[in-house]
């Protein structure tokens, strides 16, 4: 005999939970779609040199690789570089602007811990080919009804634009100190003031120069605030320009789809990791579950497609790390049933079972969901087992009932029990669920 | 630049096949809850020893197995051996009779060929610690009733019985050479007598014997016919008669939910591959493709959560290979559409995009799926879009409409248009989708 287990950092859920975890799938798929967000999926498994081709991430040098024959592969690590590598495979069976949602699993094999999982659900969205503020906007307001949809009212979208830290690094002939300068600034909120001051200053920043990087960064709130105090930040040059004029647009158009600064917020500090991103990025956050960190974040990126394909296409996306959001939520959630059936038919003796079949089809085909117990055991074990499932209804059915052509429903959690007709089975069931 | 492709074998659709296979995969997962089934997914990696701890599946050949760091895995390969796998692990915490439905991938690297794919979703339920033939017929009527709403008019499903030729052989003292007959006579439909009788005369069974065989193995038809036929084989022993009691209760519990011999039929040809089954199995085969072979094939099987646990667990499940049936079948399905959108926003001029904002947000909250076309290109352009995604509607939204709080919807196809108010936009909508 050999011991079932799984290789660690792999998480499964037993019904219960899988029916909830499913139901926030369908709800965020839901929104995705109303919002005209067309679906995809793509391979678990890509070629190594086509999935890996633009070095330095840390989520990259995390997949599992390995050798098939002759062909090198890789299991897919996020949903971005493959929607790139799919945009630029396809582009001449697409219409742009593409927009696509994805829900798949993604792989990581990072150290195993505590809420960190190395198979997991991302649930993206992505605009390809479009220039315009209005795809940020249409990627933040679906964001924002996920969250909605989700009954998630802690939540706050923080916005940032990668422009504003770029522009000033610009203006002071620091561009070259790009990739380091984000990557000390991303671990303010963790690490605070002093560290970072240390590790900006190790790579040649000045004393003055850090005082005004984290006196920038540090600009949060409504739009109009934000672009006062920006406004005040002596940089000329047309990258800070268009910052500011994308911070202005964004929040008009927010503002015109009915959100307001309960659901969003600017936030310079926002840097979203060392990635593609190239202008307006976001992170959004649980006030009640901080520790989770970003449970929905994405940006513009300027350059993915570009690794495949010849043509310049500029994305914007978002991305749901569903997996953790669920761990952390899904008490939030109401579901005690380990089964989506309603009804359980009791079949009490053998001459009953065709019968009890002919009652499951009718009830069947009134849409509710309901099954006969496969097995003649005592009724007290078949209402045992219908009380660990926790299934609403039962219907006992013994010679009585097959005689007189009924149907005994009981309620599992009141006791309350009433006969009914077959005809009138399926209008009884709906009044007692 | 690296060329985008993937690797041979691994199939992926543009959005227009996408929301046909989508469309079919919620059709299978509503019955399977219909039914009760309650869904779980599993890791696509396990443990290598654990996943092909069962020696001898050909399936189980062609997983793709690697290693990283000290790990040794492989990719799931079926849906069965988890399954057993995921029972035996929780046992304690799941509910027997335990039923499930599992809609995943799994991987196999085998020879790339037409029709043949190395990722592909399997959609399965099974049906764990029941003896009953009520689990059985479960089983047979929910896919049945998967093979209805899919609209498979054409579909027939062949049950056959494991124990009939066990029996056989076991009456002749043959039962060593179980597995050899089983892959032999497996291959009768494709490959003949002439092809089968030589294979069976070269394991060392003789011409009399052989010719039982193929005579038992023809025997198909209704029931009562199948029994009668097995009635005139002269076999004394328990298996034999339990074979026939099992035949005549499921067609029994068939028949009392409503099937009919349009829906099945017995044929004992049917043998199921080599693996783990024990006793009934069935295949369901499109008369108008055959060339597609099994689109949906199952059994009982009595040993298999028996390699990762103590208890005995019979199990009896059914497996639809999705990936390759939904290439078939996909010119059935009625889908033009690239785009889960009714309707699609149009901007005509950078003053009107709040207002087209407001306009998706009223639509949208009539729970009618609409977006902006993120952009201001020429109407031109974005009615080419439109044009190519076949949205069925489009809303015009230019400095008059924005005016007057109108909106102005083309029907794409007909090409009538009309104007309404904003507030009896979403129900004009309705009106002419």
């Known amino acids: 005999m050999i011991t079932p287990k799984r290789p660690s950092g792999f998480n499964e859920f037993l019904p219960k939970d899988q029916m909830a975890f499913n139901a926030m799938m369908s709800v965020i798929k839901l929104v995705y779609e109303q919002h005209g967000y067309a679906p995809i999926e793509t391979p678990a498994l890509e070629l190594a040199e086509v999935l890996l081709a633009k070095e330095g991430g840390e989520s990259a040098k995390q997949s599992y690789r390995f050798t098939k024959g002759d062909t090198d592969l890789a299991m897919r ?18 219409s742009f602007p593409f927009r696509r949602y994805q ?25 390809i080919g479009s220039n315009s503020l209005l795809a940020e906007a249409d990627i933040l307001l679906t964001s924002n009804d996920v969250i909605k949809e989700l009954g998630l009212k802690d939540a706050i979208i923080k916005i940032s634009h990668r422009g504003v830290l770029n522009a000033w690094l610009e203006s002071k002939k620091l561009k070259h100190l790009n990739t380091e300068v984000l990557r000390s600034v991303d671990k303010l909120e963790k690490q605070g003031d002093k560290k970072v001051t240390e590790e900006l200053l190790k790579i040649g920043i000045n004393k003055n120069d850090i005082q005004q990087i984290l006196e920038l960064v540090k600009i949060s709130g409504k739009a109009d605030e934000v672009i006062k105090k920006l406004s005040l930040v002596k940089i000329d040059n047309e990258e800070f320009k268009k910052a500011l004029n994308d911070i202005k647009e964004l929040d008009t158009y927010l503002k015109a789809a009915g959100l307001n600064n309960k659901n969003y917020i600017f936030d310079l500090k ?16 649980l006030t009640k579950n901080p520790e989770l ?24 996306g978002a991305s749901i790390g569903l997996s953790r959001l669920f761990n952390a939520i899904k008490d939030r959630i109401n579901n005690d049933q380990s ?20 009652v499951a089809k009718k009830i069947n085909q009134a849409k509710l969901n309901v099954f006969v117990y496969p097995g003649l055991d005592k009724m007290s074990k078949q209402l045992n087992y219908a009380n660990k499932i926790k299934i609403p209804l039962v219907a006992l059915i013994g010679e009585n009932e097959l005689k007189k052509k009924i149907i005994t429903i009981k309620n599992m959690k009141t006791g309350k029990q009433s006969s009914t007709s077959l005809a009138k089975a399926a209008a009884t069931i709906r009044k007692m669920l």
Chains 1, 2 share one sequence.
């Open 270 to 285: 926002i840097i979203r990791g060392l990635d593609y991103y190239t202008g307006i990025v976001f992170e959004t956050v």
């Open 293 to 316: 960190g970003s449970i929905c974040g994405g940006g513009r990126y300027d350059n993915l497609v570009g690794f495949y394909h010849k043509e310049k296409l500029s994305g914007i």
């Open 339 to 358: 089964t989506p059936a309603q009804v359980l038919i009791m079949p009490l003796d053998k001459s009953v079972v065709p019968y009890c079949l002919e």
């Open 77 to 94: 690590f996020d949903l971005t570089v493959p929607l790139a590598r799919y945009v630029a495979e396809h582009y001449h069976e697409l």
């Open 103 to 127: 829900m798949q699993e993604v792989w990581r094999g990072e150290k195993a811990q505590a809420g960190r999982y190395r198979q997991f659900y991302q649930c993206d969205i992505d605009i």
